[in-house]
């Protein structure tokens, strides 16, 4: 790492601001948790232009150096998501993301006042994420028409709330995703960058690179 921030701030000192992000992406690519390496970035892009920034590749890190994050996840389609947890959410200035589906037997298809407090809360910057049209406990069992179907038809549903929406990550409901070269999980993988399952055991932190993005833990 020392040798590294030696490059970088001798490219720096030469006027090759270009050079010097070469390095630090590199480093911190491969250091993405090295505290050392933060006075150097922040003096590379003081000095950097538009211009500096075209053609990086930089891979992402948490806020202000942090080694890890934690997100608030909420599941099912609940009143008190909206009734409760917006309120606490935005009073903290926090967002979360909310797994909803668009109806099962216990929850039948949203009222108008439901409809405009979820539209409320899209707006408001949260996330609200795909946990399938109908909830199916044995969704890893079907085949990948009926998958697919379960997925487009709840994108249907939740661009009437916010016709803007698109879910970028997804929740299995109860937390089944089937075997990992099965149907859901293959087609989970080639839709969303991440997919979040439950975890009944330890509670342990997802590593900072996963193995498997499709099945990140989470805890009750």
């Keep these: 790492v020392a040798a590294l921030v030696a490059e970088a701030q001798a490219a720096l000192d030469s006027k090759d601001v270009r ?3 070469r390095v630090l992406d590199y480093a911190i ?3 993405p948790n090295e505290v050392a390496l933060e006075p150097i970035w922040h003096h590379v892009a003081t000095a950097s232009t538009e211009d500096d920034e075209v ?3 930089t891979i992402a890190t948490w806020l202000n150096w942090a080694e890890g994050a934690a997100s608030c996840t909420f599941d099912d389609r609940l009143e008190s998501a909206v009734d409760v947890v917006l309120a606490d959410l935005n009073a ?3 967002f979360g993301t909310f797994y909803v589906f668009q109806e099962t037997t216990g929850h039948p298809l949203l009222t108008p006042l439901y409809e405009t407090k979820w539209q409320e809360l899209a ?4 996330e609200i994420g795909n ?4 909830h199916l406990k044995q969704l890893p069992a079907k085949n990948l028409l009926e998958i697919v179907k379960q997925l487009d038809d709840w994108q249907l549903f939740i661009t009437t709330i916010e016709p803007r929406l698109a879910a970028s990550t997804f929740a299995y409901p109860f937390g089944n995703h089937g075997p990992r070269n099965g149907p859901l999980r293959k087609h989970i993988r080639s839709r969303f960058p991440v997919a ?3 975890n009944k055991g330890p509670h342990t932190p997802n590593p900072p690179t996963p193995d498997e ?3 990140l833990k989470s805890f009750e």
């Design 196 to 198: 979040r399952t439950t």
């Design 213 to 215: 993005m499709d099945v």
């Design 92 to 94: 903290a200035n926090l």
């Design 123 to 126: 707006r408001h910057g949260h």
């Design 55 to 57: 053609g990086r590749v």
């Design 131 to 134: 946990h399938t049209k109908t």
């Design 19 to 21: 050079g010097a992000w």
């Design 29 to 31: 690519a491969n250091y």
